[in-house]
């Protein structure tokens, strides 16, 4: 077996055609990646990756394999060796095997020398290394299962010939239909347990899994049965004569029962291998659990593709359908996914019809400017997707965007939320009963048209109603989460005792409150205000719980611009955009769950606050701060818009973060601990309780956060989104935090927490790019092919000095 190893390895490269197909692999290769534009380019994409690669391989695998196996027994045919070597003292199984490892062997030589791409990329990186090493090498290894399959193809092909030509060609049909003809047959219309079950079979689908760098153990299993399957095939082939037709079908029957049965036992007991180094293709418990639950198939439209997407979307598309692919491994019934591109599913006369429709249903679309021959065109995409299941639909947009940051950076942002969107779509889908959210109500808090915007947002998920402090005692456990939105009238010591005590039976609080009074009508029609404490009969109970509020009002140089009339005296106005440092843009915390990847929280005249007491049992976290360049000003105090044109000196700006945003967690006591409650006449038979199950609570020096505007029209009200400017045409994070503040109050299931998942930004250093292009380009393209031939020199070189004696 060994000598017909080293027959076969020294008859590839002691031809010219066998250095001649890796010379032309490695170039076409090297062309593809380093300089023909195209979605396989790496230095166009901007990522350091090596997907280009992995995603162009399977078909310029299509030429090369079959190229190395034409020969292997179509030739042994066409000289009459074959039957020399039948007549040797070898097993079918040692013929077989030998010559596969040896093309085996020769695929891998010709791997090699593509190290150089990772090492380009590895040095290109931003910073240099930032290549995922284990993706990388887990990718390699996919790549190497794909050419074992095809080279046992290959292999069966070359085996029913005497021609290479042939031989050839059958093996690159054999191997196009094996890789993607399944899919399409499965992609008819035919049930869908069929259709699941034909593109198992393809490479494609395991090909795109291991692909990532993530091994399945079902993954793996395919490709063995697969390589089995069409190594058996070949010794029937070659041994046909010495074979019965019985004996031939008995062993192929007893083979593809076998696997068949070995697979089955395998689809419910499995592991998995994650390569990469932020383990991003490993599924949370907690997303593991919900997608057990589904118990009908779901549909997911995906309205991210078309030829036209810049290289970072087309990453996110990508993310996308891995992070699908991952969840249905683990559903209970199957996720069909589909990707639409709009551009491609309407006619261009109903495009604009159809646009509407989908901004309508809920998808949120955004424009590129794409270059084109033609020059820069401006294009529409949406970055969303529509999950059905149970009659139902929830739609999920990806895209996160904060104008303060990169594009880039946005987009490994939405990369990053992508398991937690996807989870929480299903979970809502499959949910039979809504909890209730409560806006307290009884103490000139925000009216309903104040907190309609975010109202409608959390009704996706809760029934969101409004309720008085007596709904409350009455029945506490109707509710999950209770808001308390900017009261603007004290509360009296029953209305406390009512809200204390639904925290003590394991109730959820959010408080907003503005301790200081600021009269935004007076300042826009009088230039001058009065901002002075307010008391709320509060402070006592929130100082009890962990946190005081104090009579400050924050000034921050990261602030929001107003219009300012700078004309002067006499002449038309004209309004200037001037920093309005009583408008501070909060910064939300990047470490909890609440504010990971959000936008800044537009703000007007807040507080700071501060942590108090040492009860151990209270856990206390930081939402949401000022930035590093902030101060706080006491009141009583004047504000005055002539505060614009002679501003606070920038050197005394000198406090950092100040908090006005905080999560408390644990187990609470009550304020009325203690206390005589006679006065407080509670109903008949009620016992208080003074010490509280765990539960959480927030709290927030500033209750108009989670206020909309509302303007009155002749047409009705008008409702402003929460956190929109209309000066600047931008929108906060305003909404988005304080739906995930919900969320995170009322979830006991820790799926909040898959918001904290990081996925490190791997970038290419363009100013290395653009300086050391051409250098880069002529190294992957040159080095490769050159190894190759130095490496053919060598070899024969060396042959010819053994056999020279």
Request: proline share 5%; charged share 20%; with cysteine.
């Amino acid at each position: 077996m060994y000598s017909l190893f080293r027959k076969e390895i020294n008859q590839f490269f002691g031809s010219l055609i066998g250095y001649l197909v890796i010379a032309v692999f490695l170039l076409s290769t090297g062309l593809f990646l380093w300089v023909f534009n195209g979605n396989y380019n790496i230095p166009d994409g901007g990522y350091a990756t090596l997907d280009g690669l992995f995603s162009m391989a399977p078909w310029v695998y299509l030429f090369l394999i079959p190229a190395v196996t034409m020969r292997m027994f179509a030739d042994e045919k066409r000289t009459g060796t074959l039957e020399l070597l039948l007549t040797r003292p070898l097993s079918s199984f040692q013929l077989v095997g030998a010559k596969y490892l040896a093309a085996l062997v020769v695929v891998a030589l010709s791997l090699l020398p593509t190290l150089l791409y990772f090492f380009s990329v590895y040095q290109l990186g931003n910073p240099v290394g930032s290549i995922d090493t284990g993706a990388t090498w887990g990718s390699y290894l996919g790549l190497f299962f794909l050419a074992a399959i095809y080279l046992s193809i290959g292999l069966f092909a070359s085996s029913l010939t005497d021609n290479q030509i042939v031989a050839f060609i059958l093996s690159l049909f054999l191997s196009f239909f094996w890789y993607t003809g399944f899919d399409f047959v499965a992609g008819l219309p035919i049930p869908s347990g069929i259709a699941e079950t034909l593109s198992s079979l393809g490479i494609n689908q395991h090909y795109e899994s291991v692909s990532r760098g993530v091994l399945d153990s079902r993954d793996l299993y395919y490709f063995l049965a697969m390589v089995g399957l069409f190594l058996l095939l070949t010794q029937i082939s070659l041994f046909w004569k010495r074979y019965s037709k019985k004996q031939a079908i008995s062993r192929l029957g007893i083979y593809i029962v076998a696997t068949t049965f070995a697979a089955i036992l395998m689809t419910n007991h499995f592991f998995r291998i994650d390569f990469t180094a932020e383990k991003r293709f490993t599924l949370a418990e907690q997303t593991r659990k919900i997608m057990e639950e589904v118990d009908q198939p779901a549909i997911v439209n995906v309205y991210l593709k078309g030829d036209m997407l810049p290289a970072g979307f087309r990453k996110l598309a990508k993310a996308v359908k891995e992070k699908l692919l991952d969840m249905n491994v683990y559903a209970g019934a199957p996720v069909h996914v589909q990707f639409i591109d709009p551009y491609q599913d309407v006619k261009p006369s109903q495009r604009k019809g159809y646009f509407d429709s989908l901004i309508d249903e809920g998808l949120k679309p955004t424009d590129l400017r794409i270059k084109t021959d033609q020059g820069t065109s401006t294009r529409l995409i949406f970055p969303s997707a529509v999950v059905r299941l149970h009659g139902h639909e929830v739609v999920v947009n990806f895209l996160q965007n904060d104008p303060s940051l990169p594009a880039e950076e946005n987009l490994n942002r939405s990369i990053e939320l992508l398991e937690y969107q996807f989870a929480r779509a299903f979970r809502v889908l499959m949910q039979h009963k809504k909890q209730k959210v409560a806006f307290l109500t009884g103490h000139r808090e925000l009216s309903q048209w104040q907190v309609k915007d975010i109202s409608n947002a959390l009704s996706e998920n809760y029934d969101v109603v409004r309720i008085t402090p007596d709904d409350l005692l009455a029945a506490p456990d109707s509710f999950r989460a209770v808001i308390v939105a900017d009261p603007e009238k004290a509360f009296p010591e029953r209305d406390k005792f009512a809200l204390d005590q639904y925290a003590m039976k394991g109730g959820r609080l959010m408080w907003l409150i503005d301790p200081v009074q600021v009269s935004m009508d007076s300042l826009s029609e009088g230039m001058m205000t009065l901002a002075f404490p307010r008391n709320l009969n509060l402070q006592d109970q929130l100082f009890h719980y962990g946190v005081r509020l104090n009579h400050d009002l924050i000034q921050d140089v990261q602030c929001r611009m107003i219009p300012v009339n700078t004309a002067l005296t006499g002449q038309p106005p004209k309004f200037t955009p001037a920093p309005w440092y009583f408008s501070p843009l909060l910064m939300p915390s990047q470490n909890s769950p609440v504010g990971k990847n959000l936008n800044r929280l537009m703000a007007d005249f807040v507080s700071s606050l501060e942590l108090v007491g040492e009860n151990q049992d209270v856990k206390k976290t930081v939402l949401l701060t000022s930035s590093a360049y902030s101060r706080t000003t006491e009141t009583p105090m004047e504000v005055s818009l002539d505060m614009i044109n002679e501003p606070p000196a920038r050197e005394l700006f000198t406090q950092h973060y100040i908090p006005v945003g905080v999560l408390l967690e644990g187990k609470f006591s009550s304020v009325f601990k203690n206390r005589m409650l006679n006065e407080l006449h509670l109903p008949a038979g009620m016992k208080p309780r003074y010490e509280s199950p765990q539960t959480k609570m927030m709290v927030f020096s500033d209750g108009n956060l989670i206020a909309n505007k509302v303007h009155e029209t002749p047409k009705g009200v008008q409702i402003l989104p929460l956190g929109y400017d209309r000066y600047t045409k931008q929108t906060f994070g305003n909404k988005a935090f304080f739906v995930n503040a919900v969320q995170y109050l009322c979830d006991d299931s820790g799926l909040m927490e898959l918001r904290t998942r990081t996925v490190k930004l791997r970038l290419l250093d363009k100013v290395k790019l653009r300086e050391e292009k051409l250098k880069w380009q002529l190294l992957n393209l040159l080095v490769p092919v050159l190894f190759i031939l130095l490496f053919g020199v060598v070899f024969n070189f060396i042959r010819r000095k053994r056999y020279a004696h």
